[in-house]
């Protein structure tokens, strides 16, 4: 079954996503990494249900989601106990907040944190917990929703006990489960930067289709017109591609802010 958005976007006729597809742009650079670097240990850092390997239509989006590339094992962690359900891992971990993460120093080769950042209160602790877990040389990989952006400011404003509410008027079919408290705090290049120092990073911000538009094709158009003139510092997403320190160089000169 198609919709509207199949008219001004030829290309999902192909397999259900555009040109402009943001998961397409993100994981396309992890996959790049976890090439690159020959990546044996990942960890899917507020994995979740893994809800789009389940829900999404779109086959090749469901297969850039799936970290297991050339046979890497992968970890999936979150804080809520549906993460034991997670389709595309080999292992299954619940975190506590506010706890070390389980997990021994220089773990994992790449970790990968998809739409989790904005939901993490105490930042530098975590930020310096995903550094000391992460091997020399290794990458933490974000997208998260641009500090900056739109969707951000408008988010800001409705209280997030509503937010699940307001979700199922512009997104019918996001999930109540899916939906967490946002807090925006390592949501722009200056807050990483801060956080992660003495790493190199990599980023770029993207407007990709419009996601919130209540079903309404006016809307949509609008956005998408909106999106073309946006300047990319007021992209709605931003993606962060994080290299800690290789060996030689001093480890602790990649921690977390204090």
Same mark, same amino acid.
């Given at each position: 079954?198609?919709?509207?958005?199949?008219?001004?976007?030829?290309?999902?006729?192909?397999?259900?996503?555009?040109?402009?597809?943001?998961?397409?742009?993100?994981?396309?650079?992890?996959?790049?990494?976890?090439?690159?670097?020959?990546?044996?240990?990942?960890?899917?850092?507020? =994995?979740?249900?893994?809800?789009?390997?389940?829900?999404?239509?779109?086959?090749?989006?469901?297969?850039?989601? +799936?970290?297991?590339? !050339? &046979?890497?094992?992968?970890? =999936?962690?979150?804080?809520? *106990?549906?993460?034991?359900?997670?389709?595309?891992? +080999?292992?299954?971990?619940?975190?506590?907040?506010?706890?070390?993460?389980?997990?021994? +120093?220089?773990?994992?080769?790449?970790?990968?944190?998809?739409?989790?950042?904005?939901?993490?209160? +105490?930042?530098?602790?975590?930020?310096? *917990?995903?550094?000391?877990?992460?091997?020399?040389?290794?990458?933490?990989?974000?997208?998260?929703?641009?500090?900056?952006?739109?969707?951000?400011?408008?988010?800001?404003?409705?209280?997030?006990?509503?937010?699940?509410?307001?979700?199922?008027?512009? /997104?019918?079919?996001?999930? =109540?489960?899916?939906?967490?408290?946002?807090?925006?705090?390592?949501?722009?290049?200056? /807050?990483?930067?801060?956080?992660?120092? !003495?790493?190199?990073?990599?980023?770029?911000?993207?407007?990709?289709?419009?996601?919130?538009?209540? !079903?309404?094709?006016?809307?949509?158009?609008?956005?998408?017109?909106?999106?073309?003139?946006?300047?990319?510092?007021?992209?709605?997403?931003?993606?962060?591609?994080?290299?800690?320190? &290789?060996? !030689?160089?001093? *480890? /602790?000169?990649?921690?977390?802010?204090?």
């Amino acid at each position: 079954m198609t919709d509207f958005t199949h008219r001004i976007h030829s290309e999902k006729g192909v397999d259900g996503f555009t040109a402009l597809d943001g998961t397409v742009k993100f994981y396309g650079f992890v996959h790049a990494i976890l090439l690159k670097t020959g990546a044996r240990q990942v960890l899917d850092f507020g =994995a979740g249900r893994g809800a789009a390997l389940v829900d999404d239509r779109s086959v090749y989006r469901r297969h850039l989601r +799936d970290l297991r590339v !050339g &046979g890497a094992q992968v970890t =999936a962690c979150d804080v809520d *106990e549906i993460v034991t359900t997670h389709p595309a891992s +080999d292992r299954q971990v619940v975190i506590k907040p506010g706890e070390r993460l389980p997990f021994d +120093d220089g773990s994992f080769d790449v970790i990968v944190s998809d739409m989790t950042f904005e939901h993490i209160e +105490d930042a530098p602790f975590v930020a310096g *917990e995903l550094i000391r877990i992460l091997r020399p040389g290794g990458y933490v990989c974000a997208r998260t929703p641009n500090r900056f952006g739109y969707v951000r400011m408008v988010s800001s404003l409705v209280p997030n006990r509503h937010h699940a509410g307001a979700l199922r008027s512009v /997104q019918p079919d996001r999930k =109540a489960l899916d939906v967490f408290p946002t807090v925006y705090r390592m949501n722009s290049i200056g /807050q990483i930067r801060n956080l992660f120092p !003495g790493c190199t990073v990599f980023h770029f911000n993207d407007s990709a289709e419009p996601s919130y538009y209540f !079903g309404n094709a006016f809307l949509y158009r609008s956005f998408m017109i909106l999106h073309r003139l946006l300047p990319g510092a007021l992209a709605t997403a931003t993606n962060f591609f994080i290299m800690k320190p &290789g060996e !030689g160089v001093a *480890e /602790q000169d990649c921690t977390s802010a204090s």
